[in-house]
């Protein structure tokens, strides 16, 4: 795959900018608020909402994020959704934000999540029509543009470490740049007393207590999913050895924000892989569920009775 000299270049941390990396589909849910009588709220007022869509798309579709230069396929699928419950002037708004990210497995059709989260609570911004948004890591500019662009970085950490050990560094220091820009006393989400925040992804990513959680994501994809392609068993073995780096993770911080998102989104790809593999292996995954997630332990419990 192209993806080598990708990785090669990011580890040796070029990070001028040149390519536009991601496929972005944004998709904005105003139906709650021309359902109620709040003010701006009407029907004739909906095409805020579509410049919204395209604006953030622009965003970050036409944003250069890193030096990469990616060509059409390769581009990183991701989704930004934000469904609106209140609004409460022309340019004042809140509602739930979500993302999701998919990754490509190697020489197949198939795409597999890597990131699939909901923010708790509102996200309460400000967007005006006539204003791009602007963005700089380093520098506040708004609520909007700062949130998308962090979670811009930390998917980039993702996806790279993903392909490579550690080739999610840069993007990880940049997400923790745009936190370290943001005053968390004028604006939630963005301190470390809540243990479900954007402050968490940063720090689970960059703290080296838990490196075996960048482990898991690169031998759980890339020696695990792109090679089911050329050797089931093989894959199969490594995607078990993944499993049980988070069971060391589980040890330092069974409550890990970053470990429990990656069962969440990995929980069905699990059981649909290990559903025709040999007992012992259905044993092994299910022991490992047990320890790091017993909540999602119930949807492996049948390999348990084998």
Not at 30 to 50: A, I, R
Not at 264 to 280: G, H
Request: aromatic share 12%; with cysteine; proline share 4%.
């Amino acid at each position: 795959m192209r993806k080598t000299l990708s990785i090669v270049l990011i580890l040796c941390g070029f990070l001028s900018l040149y390519g536009q990396e991601f496929r972005c589909t944004a998709t904005i849910n105003s139906q709650k608020l021309l359902t109620t009588t709040q003010p701006y709220g009407s029907e004739n007022d909906k095409k805020v909402f579509e410049t919204m869509k395209q604006a953030i798309e622009d965003f970050v579709n036409g944003r250069r994020w890193t030096n990469l230069e990616l060509q059409q396929h390769e581009k990183i699928e991701c989704t930004f959704s934000i469904i609106l419950n209140q609004r409460t002037t022309a340019t004042d708004f809140a509602g739930q934000f979500s993302i999701q990210l998919k990754r490509p497995v190697y020489n197949s059709t198939y795409t597999t999540g890597l990131f699939n989260y909901m923010e708790l609570g509102n996200l309460a911004f400000s967007f005006n029509e006539s204003q791009p948004l602007d963005f700089d890591p380093n520098n506040f500019t708004s609520v909007l543009s700062s949130v998308i662009g962090y979670y811009c970085y930390v998917m980039l950490g993702l996806y790279f470490d993903s392909f490579a050990p550690a080739g999610g560094d840069p993007f990880y220091q940049l997400a923790q740049q745009v936190v370290q820009a943001v005053n968390p006393a004028t604006y939630s989400g963005w301190d470390s007393k809540n243990s479900r925040n954007r402050y968490w992804f940063m720090e689970n990513h960059t703290n080296g207590a838990y490196a075996d959680l960048r482990n898991t994501y690169y031998t759980y994809h890339r020696l695990g999913l792109d090679l089911m392609t050329r050797d089931q068993e093989i894959a199969r073995q490594n995607i078990i050895h993944a499993l049980d780096g988070l069971r060391e993770v589980a040890k330092v911080n069974p409550n890990l924000l970053s470990m429990q998102q990656f069962i969440d989104v990995k929980i069905q790809e699990i059981v649909s892989i290990f559903t025709p593999a040999p007992q012992k292996e259905q044993k092994q995954v299910y022991d490992i569920m047990r320890d790091i997630s017993p909540i999602n332990a119930i949807k492996v419990k049948a390999f348990d009775k084998k």
